[in-house]
């Protein structure tokens, strides 16, 4: 089992920034592929960025550029620091681990931390 606990989001400006931190019960080099996704109201989840192997990342189209991903394998913690925060970006933010367990992929969730940009 993997648990997983946000903090960070709050209100926020436009063109403001966020940092949103995921620690997690396990050490993170155990896990293969970590990372953050959100979901706006009415809308679908969707990838925001993510550790898929070791140090390679993968950020989703409208981040790129002003969101960073990083981790802290010390604190088994994993970060995303939010620039120039636009009102598309309000959404509950979630993080995703993904661990093998007894040879099978497991998925893993936190319960998810609300960001939301408004002026």
């Known amino acids: 089992q993997v648990q997983l606990v946000e903090s960070g989001g709050g209100l926020v400006e436009p063109g403001g920034s966020l940092r949103l931190s995921c620690a997690a019960s396990?050490?993170?080099?155990?896990?293969?592929?970590m990372g953050w996704y959100r979901q706006a109201p009415g809308k679908q989840r969707e990838l925001v960025a993510a550790f898929t192997s070791g140090t390679t990342t993968n950020y989703g189209d409208s981040v790129k550029g002003r969101f960073t991903i990083s981790k802290d394998n010390a604190k088994n913690t994993v970060y995303l620091q939010m620039n120039s925060l636009k009102p598309d970006d309000t959404a509950i933010y979630y993080c995703?681990?993904?661990?093998?367990?007894?040879?099978?992929?497991?998925?893993?969730w936190g319960q998810g931390t609300q960001v939301t940009v408004s002026s």
């Open positions: 396990v050490s993170i080099s155990s896990i293969y592929a």
């Open positions: 995703n681990a993904k661990k093998i367990i007894l040879g099978l992929p497991s998925n893993y």
